[in-house]
């Protein structure tokens, strides 16, 4: 049997096992589970790379533990599995030789004061309204998240955000070639939104990324310590959203990124987006922005949803590569994505 094959007859006994568990168990446990199964498959063309998969796949499953202690205070840790085609692979594929990864990789406490939380532990990191600097929410296993603290909150019209974390990263081998390794860099950052009124939002995100000293590539010609600045917007008209965000870093070229679309929601099961982004080579954190890094060029997404558990996503990324040996040249993406949350 293949491996996408198997793993998804895994991920829907998983499932399936899962929710019967919780039909026969009478008394409530302290610890409460839930998470989700996803399978992608896409079709991929790439003018840059012949020998690139054309029809790469993954599977995962996510399990999500969490525990009351009271007084607002909680225990969560969560597991995940996934078997994928390496290319496209969200665990780190310097820590895994095989097509699979599974592990603990999210742990911590949180404290919930009613708009308020405090996240203290191992977890994924958010730069940017639009994830233009940073994103790490949809990697898993080990070796790519951070160990530290995010605090969200809101007071009337502001919403604002604090995080100070330490990667535990293995980037092995960035940029022309150098290898890293274990890097321990730190990342600080300070968001803050303004609701002038509830349809439109501004906001801003100040970040300052710091190199561990210690790592191999502290050395090389093009790796600093980086400051990285944005500005965001979104205004809602009807049932569609518009939103857009820019920004910038201390590098002296390359060294900008964007992002401008459109959502819109037929009804409470049907939605569309067009989004526009430009990343360039430095206008990121190590490339680990929520868009393709070094490129330009469209998103176009519909999602449906069958119920509250399970949705079905149609999505078809057309770029292009910016600079490097590949400039210029074209690929695309079309990716079916279905998803079920237990």
Known sequence: ?????????????????????????????????????????????????????????????????????????????????QSSTRQIADFNTSTYSNDYAAS?????????????????????????????????????????????????GKADAWSYKVVAVQENVDYGALKNGTVIGDSKNKLYVGHVNYNFTPDFVLGTTFAKYNLDKKASYQGSADAKDSNLWAVNTAYTLGNATFSAEYGKTNYDINNKAYDFGIAYNFDEKNSISATYFKVEDNGDINHYTTFDPNAKGMYYS?????????????????????????????????????????
């Open 104 to 152: 603990l990789d999210q742990f911590g406490f949180k404290y919930t004061n009613g708009d308020n939380q405090l996240k203290i532990g191992r977890q994924s990191a958010w730069v940017g309204e639009t994830g233009l600097f940073y994103d790490t929410t949809g990697k898993v296993g080990r070796k790519i998240m951070a160990d530290g603290l995010t605090y969200t």
């Open 302 to 342: 519909f999602t449906h949803k069958f119920n509250k558990a399970t949705s079905l996503n149609f999505f078809y990324d057309d770029a292009k590569y910016i600079t490097g040996t590949d400039a210029d040249k074209n690929y695309t993406s079309f990716r079916t994505t279905l998803n079920y949350n237990f």
């Open 1 to 81: 049997m293949k491996k996408s094959l198997l793993a998804t007859a895994v991920a829907a006994a998983m499932v399936l096992s899962t929710s019967a568990v919780f039909a026969a168990t009478a008394d409530p446990s302290p610890v409460t589970i839930d998470g989700s199964a996803t399978i992608q498959y896409r079709n991929n063309t790439n003018d840059a790379d012949a020998t690139a998969p054309k029809k790469p796949n993954k599977t995962t499953i996510i399990l999500n533990f969490n525990n009351d202690l009271g007084n607002g205070w909680d225990a969560y840790a969560r597991a995940s599995i």
